[in-house]
């Protein structure tokens, strides 16, 4: 996936009727199912490169909400 792809995914989301509180949402509960997955998976003592993978990608999409918040705060009347 590049951003040209990201793009075409995020005009589909807007012709849907997604806003920026949707989108913060969906964020906020896959953020928490991925780390409902990794707490689970360290429990279980198995631990993959996959997870470290996806514990990253927790930092990334983190920051990514946190920035969205700070964009949309920012804008508003």
């Given at each position: 996936m590049d951003m040209n792809d990201a793009m075409a995914l995020a005009q589909q989301a807007l012709r849907s009727g997604w806003t920026p509180h949707k989108a913060r949402l969906a964020?906020?509960?896959?953020?928490?199912?991925?780390?409902?997955y990794l707490?689970?998976?360290?429990?279980?003592?198995?631990?993959?490169?996959?997870?470290?993978?996806?514990?990253?990608d927790q930092l990334a999409l983190a920051i990514a909400i946190c920035w969205l918040v700070e964009d949309t705060t920012n804008h508003q009347p």
């Amino acid at each position: 996936m590049d951003m040209n792809d990201a793009m075409a995914l995020a005009q589909q989301a807007l012709r849907s009727g997604w806003t920026p509180h949707k989108a913060r949402l969906a964020l906020l509960a896959h953020l928490h199912r991925e780390r409902r997955y990794l707490d689970r998976r360290k429990a279980q003592g198995l631990v993959t490169p996959f997870d470290e993978v996806t514990e990253a990608d927790q930092l990334a999409l983190a920051i990514a909400i946190c920035w969205l918040v700070e964009d949309t705060t920012n804008h508003q009347p």
